[in-house]
C-alpha cells in the first residue's frame, strides 16, 4: 500500500511540472511577388506570397490563419480573394494585370484569433506593371520654324494600345527621326535619346526645315543631311 502511495505521489509530481506550450501567435508577416515585373493586356501572372511566423519561438508552423487579398481593380485581379495558411504558415495568390501600367499596392491583412485575444495585421507589397508594345505616337511637339543655323527641341510622346505612356520605368524604347530641308543641310544632332522618364523623346535639330518622323522602337534613329 505503501508503495501505491509513493507512485501516486511521483505521478502528481510530474503532472504539475507539465504545463501547456503557450500558442503560436503570427506577428510576424512577410510578403512577395515572384515576379518584378508584369505586362499589361498579358497572360502573364504574378504569385503572391505570404509568410507568416511566431516572432518569440521563431517557428511558421501555424496554419489556418485568415489572409485577405486586396487590389486596386484598375491595376488587376488578385485571386483567392481570403484563404488561410498551411501547416507551414504559408499562403498564396495570384495577380493578374489588367491594362493600366503603374505600381499596384497588393495589401493583405492577416487575421488571427486566439486564447489570448485577436491579431489582425496589414502587410503591403508593389507589383510593377509595364506598358505594352508602343502602338502609336500621342503628340509632338516642336518649332515649326527655325532660324538657319538655329535648333529646336523635337518631344515625342509614345503611347501603347491602351493608353499608357511609353516610359523607361524597366525597358526604354527608341524612336527613329528623319527631316529634310530646301538646302539638304538640315540634320539631327546626336544620335539616339532613349525614352525618359516624362515618358518623352527629346531631340536637338538645328537649321529651318520640315520635321518628319518615324517610330521604330529598339532601332537607332536615321537622320538626314
Given at each position: 500500500?505503501?508503495?501505491?502511495?509513493?507512485?501516486?505521489?511521483?505521478v502528481?509530481?510530474?503532472?504539475?511540472?507539465?504545463?501547456?506550450?503557450?500558442?503560436?501567435?503570427?506577428?510576424?508577416?512577410?510578403?512577395?511577388?515572384?515576379?518584378?515585373?508584369?505586362?499589361?493586356g498579358?497572360?502573364?501572372?504574378a504569385?503572391?506570397?505570404?509568410?507568416?511566423?511566431?516572432?518569440?519561438?521563431?517557428?511558421?508552423?501555424i496554419?489556418?490563419?485568415?489572409?485577405?487579398?486586396?487590389?486596386?481593380?484598375?491595376?488587376?485581379?488578385?485571386?483567392?480573394?481570403?484563404?488561410?495558411?498551411?501547416?507551414?504558415?504559408?499562403?498564396?495568390?495570384?495577380?493578374?494585370?489588367?491594362?493600366?501600367?503603374?505600381?499596384?499596392?497588393?495589401?493583405?491583412?492577416?487575421?488571427?484569433?486566439?486564447?489570448?485575444?485577436?491579431?489582425?495585421?496589414t502587410?503591403?507589397?508593389?507589383?510593377?506593371?509595364?506598358?505594352?508594345?508602343?502602338?502609336?505616337?500621342?503628340?509632338?511637339?516642336?518649332?515649326?520654324?527655325?532660324?538657319?543655323?538655329?535648333?529646336?527641341?523635337?518631344?515625342?510622346?509614345?503611347?501603347?494600345?491602351?493608353?499608357?505612356?511609353?516610359?523607361?520605368?524597366?525597358?526604354?524604347?527608341?524612336?527613329?527621326f528623319?527631316?529634310?530641308?530646301?538646302?539638304?543641310?538640315?540634320?539631327?544632332?546626336?544620335a539616339?535619346?532613349?525614352?525618359?522618364?516624362?515618358?518623352?523623346?527629346?531631340?536637338?535639330t538645328?537649321?529651318?526645315?520640315?520635321a518628319?518622323?518615324?517610330?521604330?522602337?529598339g532601332?537607332?534613329?536615321?537622320?538626314?543631311?
Amino acid at each position: 500500500m505503501g508503495r501505491w502511495i509513493h507512485a501516486y505521489q511521483i505521478v502528481a509530481g510530474l503532472l504539475l511540472l507539465v504545463t501547456p506550450a503557450a500558442a503560436l501567435i503570427p506577428d510576424t508577416v512577410e510578403i512577395s511577388t515572384d515576379t518584378e515585373w508584369l505586362t499589361v493586356g498579358s497572360s502573364d501572372t504574378a504569385t503572391i506570397t505570404v509568410q507568416v511566423e511566431n516572432s518569440t519561438s521563431g517557428s511558421t508552423l501555424i496554419g489556418r490563419t485568415t489572409i485577405e487579398f486586396a487590389v486596386d481593380s484598375t491595376f488587376g485581379s488578385i485571386t483567392p480573394a481570403v484563404t488561410t495558411t498551411d501547416a507551414t504558415g504559408m499562403a498564396t495568390a495570384v495577380f493578374t494585370p489588367a491594362t493600366a501600367s503603374g505600381t499596384a499596392p497588393i495589401t493583405v491583412t492577416v487575421s488571427y484569433r486566439g486564447e489570448e485575444g485577436a491579431l489582425v495585421q496589414t502587410k503591403t507589397v508593389m507589383q510593377q506593371i509595364d506598358h505594352a508594345a508602343p502602338y502609336r505616337i500621342e503628340n509632338i511637339w516642336y518649332e515649326s520654324e527655325v532660324t538657319v543655323g538655329g535648333t529646336t527641341d523635337i518631344a515625342v510622346r509614345m503611347v501603347d494600345r491602351y493608353g499608357n505612356p511609353v516610359d523607361n520605368r524597366n525597358v526604354a524604347e527608341t524612336v527613329g527621326f528623319m527631316v529634310g530641308s530646301p538646302s539638304g543641310n538640315a540634320a539631327f544632332g546626336g544620335a539616339d535619346v532613349d525614352v525618359d522618364a516624362c515618358r518623352e523623346r527629346h531631340h536637338n535639330t538645328p537649321g529651318r526645315h520640315a520635321a518628319g518622323r518615324e517610330h521604330r522602337p529598339g532601332k537607332p534613329a536615321r537622320t538626314a543631311a
